[in-house]
């Protein structure tokens, strides 16, 4: 079974960093599109930023130059930069994969890892 698992979330102030990570484990061939999401309380989950196999990304205009996306298809692994902190910035951070496994496209989740900006 392919799962994906974030980590890295935590409290910290406005302006400070954190960097979260996820990984991709279990038996798969290729690891596509993979993206962040956050959700914060009382809104709909939104795209961060996603960056694809060969490299390409986008990031959302909120986090732009702030944030940076980035993996190492070596060790199955996609990370967020994350700078310059807000308030506005906490939420839960989801990383979400394009999953190629037993001859089937799998859109994949992770539990979610919690980001608390403190004013």
């Known amino acids: 079974q392919v799962q994906l698992v974030e980590s890295g979330g935590g409290l910290v102030q406005s302006g400070g960093s954190l960097r979260l990570s996820c990984g991709v484990s279990g038996s798969f061939s290729m690891v596509h599109d993979m993206s962040w999401y956050r959700q914060s309380p009382g809104k709909e989950r939104e795209l961060v930023a996603v960056i694809d196999d060969d490299g390409s990304l986008h990031v959302a205009e909120s986090v732009k130059g702030r944030f940076t996306i980035s993996r190492d298809n070596a060790k199955n692994m996609m990370y967020l930069e994350m700078n310059s902190l807000k308030p506005e910035d906490t939420a839960v951070y989801f990383c979400?994969?394009?999953?190629?496994?037993?001859?089937?496209?799998?859109?994949?989740w992770g539990q979610g890892t919690l980001v608390i900006v403190s004013p």
């Open positions: 979400n994969g394009v999953v190629a496994s037993g001859g089937r496209t799998n859109y994949l």
